[in-house]
């Protein structure tokens, strides 16, 4: 939340270890949302309403600028979930260091209709024109069905339950970390929660247990029924759009009010998967780059774009221009620090007329697995061509992101890779190394260009298509590729000739953490 001049993160935290459990609210502030300080826990089980866990949830603003947490607590080692809240004990401290939990908390608990171990989350609330306060809640029915249940209230500590949700979707399993926010369609400004004016949408993301992506969807509030429904080519579930095609869950987004912006933020698990790694980190899981987040113009997609603030990171650059590259060529960047990056280029080519067939077999394959088909290394047609990031001088070690382009029966398809198959040396059969991806939805028949943003990071690379319409990102542990021994490279291994029509890439200085 952003309040006072100052940008509050709350997490997920175990102070005792790097492994889960023992979970708090760690918190840490920011005046910029780069430099953090971190401060004590905001909130931690204390009380029989959260003895068990203080999980996830959210903050809102209340009209006279008090903010208010609401955050799951656990009860008992069933792991029954309810729904409490926290005010800061002092608003004249600026950074809100401590925080109580009144005793009248639970507000909420689930009543005989719902999964007592499936009733998590609580969004920001929203306020509609009745003067009543509505928030979501994420849950599960029987047999799969996902669930944004609604609740009402006027005073926000008295809580009623809606008769019918938000929405809800067969098939879907558990949703956690729920999120319901307006979007412009007129513009890239962010909206408040509770905005109501004209020419908006609405959207609703939900982190799915089962799949561990993120998923979301474009539609239309009702607010007389109060009930959300999905543009019709809007899909629910697994076949639906996704925030982040990579390692990125449990997001959660914001209205940021001193610049007129919507910022998500993800989280970015290990994939080295083993706790034995992790204790010997002593740290695991990242935040994500903060990114602004708004509609596309078409109204069928979101973008996503890192803050603007991240720039003030970049240090030595390097540029090029107009550079051809034919098949097989490799190109290595030079003069920067490969592997802590922010890499900007943009991609030409004279035809389609190189692009392979889309095999009709794939229509019902997730991107992922064309990627895993069609990897780097498979020479193509038009691409695949992009960058191979953290890679070591003899490419033993490297993840390449790219761009391939196939003719599909009306259209054509350009596949986004962002493949960690050949990150590391490493032999750990429990490693987590997929060739993530994601469809890329422009129009490539009157600009035949595509843009790539990459921001390397020793053992993350986040990556956004096509000014961000389509994101991935990757976790990767090299062994050869670190430090001053990574190594950028831009490729083509298509018969066609790609040019590079600009690259820029900056060395990246070190945030500020205290």
């Known amino acids: 939340m952003y309040y006072n001049g100052v940008y509050h993160l709350f997490y997920q935290y175990n102070p005792n270890g790097s492994v889960w459990g023992n979970i708090v609210w760690a918190h840490s502030v920011s005046k910029d949302l780069i430099n953090w300080i971190h401060l004590e826990p905001a909130i931690y089980p204390s009380k029989k309403f959260d003895k068990y866990g203080t999980w996830s949830g959210s903050a809102t603003i209340l009209p006279n600028n008090k903010p208010v947490i609401l955050y799951t607590g656990v009860v008992d080692s069933h792991d029954t979930q309810v729904q409490n809240y926290a005010i800061p004990v002092n608003l004249s401290d600026p950074f809100l260091r401590k925080w109580v939990k009144p005793n009248n908390n639970p507000l909420i608990i689930p009543d005989n209709t719902i999964i007592k171990t499936k009733f998590r989350d609580p969004t920001t609330a929203w306020m509609g024109q009745d003067g009543l306060w509505r928030i979501v809640i994420a849950s599960m029915r029987k047999h799969n069905r996902g669930m944004a249940l609604l609740y009402r209230s006027r005073d926000f500590i008295k809580w009623a339950k809606a008769q019918h949700p938000l929405h809800s979707s067969p098939h879907t399993g558990n949703w956690e970390c729920p999120d319901f926010f307006p979007v412009s369609l007129k513009n890239t400004n962010g909206l408040d929660a509770s905005y109501r004016g004209k020419n908006t949408k609405h959207v609703l993301k939900n982190s799915l247990d089962v799949t561990r992506f993120e998923y979301y969807t474009i539609g239309m509030y009702d607010t007389k029924k109060d009930r959300y429904i999905p543009d019709n080519n809007s899909i629910d579930g697994w076949r639906g759009l996704r925030l982040d095609y990579g390692n990125f869950y449990a997001s959660k987004s914001f209205y940021d009010p001193t610049k007129n912006r919507r910022i998500v933020w993800g989280w970015t698990n290990e994939s080295d998967v083993l706790p034995d790694d992790e204790i010997k980190k002593g ?99 038009l691409g695949p061509f992009g960058l191979v990031t953290l890679a070591s001088k003899n490419l033993e070690e490297y993840t390449p992101v790219f761009f391939r382009v196939f003719k599909a029966r009306k259209n054509y398809k350009v596949l986004m890779c962002s493949d960690a198959r050949r990150s590391t040396m490493r032999q750990n059969e429990a490693m987590h190394k997929p060739s993530f991806a994601g469809y890329v939805d422009v129009d490539l028949v009157d600009m035949k260009t595509l843009s790539l943003r990459s921001l390397i990071d020793n053992s993350v690379v986040e990556s956004f298509g096509a000014g961000g319409k389509t994101c991935i990102t990757s976790r990767v542990y090299p062994t050869l590729a670190i430090h001053d021994n990574a190594h950028l490279f831009v490729f083509n291994n298509g018969s066609e000739t790609i040019t590079i029509e600009t690259l820029n890439a900056w060395s990246m200085d070190v945030s500020k953490m205290h």
């Open 283 to 381: 740290w695991a899981g990242i935040q994500a780059i903060p990114r602004k987040l708004w509609l596309d113009p078409s109204g069928k997609q979101l973008i996503q774009w890192p803050i603007e603030e991240l720039e003030t990171l970049r240090k030595q650059n390097i540029q090029l221009n107009n550079k051809k590259l034919s098949k097989g060529e490799v190109f290595e960047v030079k003069g920067i620090s490969a592997s802590q990056a922010d890499v900007e280029v943009s991609f030409s080519f004279s035809s389609l007329n190189n692009a392979e067939q889309f095999d009709p077999n794939w229509a019902d394959l997730y991107a992922q697995d064309v990627c895993a088909i069609k990897g780097s290394t498979i020479q193509g047609g």
